[in-house]
């Protein structure tokens, strides 16, 4: 007999809608797992319990006054560079440690009003930038399946949470890679819409031109329920589409029948290694037997990616962190002038990562090197777009992996940037290009690791704009056919170190 | 690039130690940037947006705004309604 923190969220929400189990309780047996597991696996930089037990209680008069909630009753992780009102919000980074959030984002409002519950603030590298949370100024989180490795990121917390059972969903942000890299990861769904799909407000801005929120789960049709909550315009969001959102979490499939798969010619996965290699040639068989015909696409400036990426998310990162100076919020380390109020400000406030990034970013943008780098770089961008346009002609779905490999120990990267940046070649060319794009477990490698010990990889499906629907509806028909995400607990579940 | 000098643009002190670091991590990426001079780009409109939209506009009527005393809360250094700073503006001699 399972408990309400193992339940799917599609579960708890009609067990809470049709009576059966009190969100009070769900929220108990949710906290008592969350207290189990944090001392290893340190999703969260802050708990809300306080808030999560006014909306149990508020969820369980809507209920009993006849209302039913999409996700009513269901416990939420909200990744820390989300605002949530009255609660410490800090993107990871001492320079807003200890701020209290005056407003909601308006995600997070949404799935609140749609009943869920927010059991804490998850970790992430600081301000989103990193694919492992080892940026994270402010805790350390642990991968849920193996606790010497990183969980990923940037939305480590968020993916561990769910992962280790600490929430049924969690929120999460996407720049570069930063929800699917981790999903795959940990072992879980996760998935970025298409630019502008879900609103911006109340996320903390790393890359404007490049950041979505977007939902982590256990099960693709949870995630899909988690978007269809989320997604569609926003007043308060200038870059919020206007277009009407297709609901996914009614449109999933049970077979691939009727859709072109594309294999990019450029994401060959001989180079990964034997067994991850085998991992993604049976993940690739499986679509086809669902029914997919497998067609071979190209995309000629894949290769292009990093670089491009790696100009033009932390030019607008640059632009984005000017606001943090000491002046009206966060930390403020005085000096005589204004001047050397920022400039000390930020030196105590920031980490290497993001100092690094604000200074090329800056470089990129300054005079005589705009058009060089800055410009060229957007440019780049356009070509990228045109190979996925031209790639969605012979295709409706891209299948490739999510990362390079499964989750690597702390401290692997060593101290070279680019050997991080390396992590997310497979997820920026999507994010540059602003399409769908989900991570849903395809498998596990053992490289060289006990059995049972093995580690997530994730498959990585992409779809043309808008087409989100099509996206779950795929993913969901993989994810009932081969199940790796849905019969297998992480160790730590377990009290395996 | 200069390290120093961009740091002074983006406000942000470093110590010599940084100084160092971050030059030689920087020109490595940079390095690496390089390959997209390689790019025909001659013929290519840059993307700000992907999904195109402009003007983006609201009917010009006040709406409720975020309250003061919230927006004044996070502040590190308050003086009434006002967030105090150091000198902005040199005195007059």
Known sequence: MSAPHEWSATRIAAAVNAGEISAVEVLRAQQAQIERMEPEVGAFLSLTAGLAQEQARRVDEAVAAGRRLPLAGVPLAVKDNMCLQGTVTTAGSKILAGWVAPYTATAVARLLEAGCLPVGKANLDEFAMGSSCENSALGVTRNPWDLRRVPGGSSGGSVAAVAAREAALATASDTGGSIREPAAFCGVVGMKPTYGRISRYGLIAFASSLDQIGPIARTVEDAASMYDVMAGHDPMDATSLPRPVEPTARALRDDLRGLRVGLVREFDTKGLGVEIDAVYRRAYEQLAALGAEVVEVALPHAEYGLATYYLIAPAEASSNLARFDGVRYGLRVDGGSVQEMYGKTRAAGFGPEVKRRILIGTYALSSGYYDAYYVRAQKARTLMASDFERAFAACDLIACPAASSAAFEFGAKGDDPVAMYLMDYYTIPMSLAGLPALSVPCGFAGDGLPQGRELPLGLQLVAPLYEEARLFGAAHAYEQATRFGLDRVPPVLEGVR | ?93
């Open chain 2, 1 to 93: 690039m200069d390290v120093r000098y961009v740091a002074r643009l983006a406000r942000l002190d470093l110590s010599e130690e940084e100084a160092v670091l971050y030059q030689r991590q920087l020109d490595r990426l940079l390095e690496h940037v390089e390959s997209l001079q390689r790019l025909d780009v001659s013929q290519v409109a840059p993307t700000a947006q992907v999904v195109p939209l402009t003007n983006v506009l609201r009917e010009d009527v006040p709406v409720p705004s975020l309250d003061r005393a919230a927006a004044l809360a996070g502040a590190p250094a308050r003086e009434g309604p006002f967030i105090r700073v150091p000198r902005i503006i040199e005195e007059q001699e």
